[in-house]
T-cell receptor, first 114, second 113 residues
Framework: NAGVTQTPKFQVLKTGQSMTLQCAQD?????MSWYRQDPGMGLRLIHY???????DQGEVPNGYNVSRSTTEDFPLRLLSAAPSQTSVYFC?????????????FGNGTRLTVT | GQQVMQIPQYQHVQEGEDFTTYCNSS?????IQWYKQRPGGHPVFLIQ?????EVKKQKRLTFQFGEAKKNSSLHITATQTTDVGTYFC?????????????FGQGTILTVHP
C-alpha cells in the first residue's frame, strides 16, 4: 500500500494564480483532511471530510476549496493564490471520523506564492 | 473555544539528557494523541491516551494524561540524536468533538552529540 500520496512535492505560484493540490489514499479511509504548517504555528486544519460527498471547514478555510467525489481522493484548490498561503500543506487520513484512529500523513507539498 | 498550549517551543539538550514537553488545554479532553515530525518529514503517530491519569511507555518515551484530562506530557529519558524533531500533542477540537483533530504548536527538540 502506498498510504497517503500528495502531489506535487513543490510548487511555486504567482499571486492570483490558481492550482489544485492532489491527495489520494489507498487505505479505504473515510476521514480525510488538509493541514497547513507554518513556523511556530503548528499544524492548522483547513478542511476535512468524513466521507464521499461530505466536507466541512476547519480553522483556516478561507481561500481554499475542497471536494470529495470519491473515497480515495481529496483535492485542495487554491482559488487565487496569495503570499499568505505560502506554507507546507499536509493531507492526512484515518479510518473513520468516530474511532480516533491515528492520522496517516502524506509527505507534504511545499508551496511558495510570490 | 479550546486553547491548547504546548511548552516549551524549543528545547536543546546534550545527548543523554532527559527531555519533557507539556501540553495544556483549557477544556477537558476525551483523548489526546502525540505525533513526531522529523526535520523535513511528515508527522508520524506515536500514541493515544484516553483514560484519566493514564501512563504509557514506549522504550525511552513516557506519556502521561492528567487526572483532570486537561494536560498531557511526553518525557524522553536519555535522549539520542535519533530523537531530534518536533513533537506535537493533538487533542480533538473542542475537547471532545469527533472529526477535527487540532495540533499544539509543537516542541522542537535538538540533541547535541
Amino acid at each position: 500500500n502506498a498510504g497517503v500520496t500528495q502531489t506535487p512535492k513543490f510548487q511555486v505560484l504567482k499571486t492570483g494564480q490558481s492550482m489544485t493540490l492532489q491527495c489520494a489514499q489507498d487505505m479505504n479511509h473515510e476521514y480525510m483532511s488538509w493541514y497547513r504548517q507554518d513556523p511556530g504555528m503548528g499544524l492548522r486544519l483547513i478542511h476535512y471530510s468524513v466521507g464521499a460527498g461530505i466536507t466541512d471547514q476547519g480553522e483556516v478555510p478561507n481561500g481554499y476549496n475542497v471536494s470529495r467525489s470519491t473515497t480515495e481522493d481529496f483535492p485542495l484548490r487554491l482559488l487565487s493564490a496569495a503570499p499568505s498561503q505560502t506554507s507546507v500543506y499536509f493531507c492526512a487520513s484515518r479510518r473513520t471520523q468516530q474511532d480516533w484512529s491515528p492520522l496517516h500523513f502524506g509527505n507534504g507539498t511545499r508551496l511558495t506564492v510570490t | 473555544g479550546q486553547q491548547v498550549m504546548q511548552i516549551p517551543q524549543y528545547q536543546h539538550v546534550q545527548e543523554g539528557e532527559d527531555f519533557t514537553t507539556y501540553c495544556n488545554s483549557s477544556t477537558t479532553l476525551s483523548n489526546i494523541q502525540w505525533y513526531k515530525q522529523r526535520p523535513g518529514g511528515h508527522p508520524v503517530f506515536l500514541i493515544q491516551l484516553v483514560k484519566s491519569g493514564e501512563v504509557k511507555k514506549q522504550k525511552r518515551l513516557t506519556f502521561q494524561f492528567g487526572e483532570a484530562k486537561k494536560n498531557s506530557s511526553l518525557h524522553i529519558t536519555a535522549t539520542q540524536t535519533t530523537d531530534v524533531g518536533t513533537y506535537f500533542c493533538a487533542p480533538p477540537a473542542g475537547g471532545t468533538s469527533y472529526g477535527k483533530l487540532t495540533f499544539g504548536q509543537g516542541t522542537i527538540l535538538t540533541v547535541h552529540p
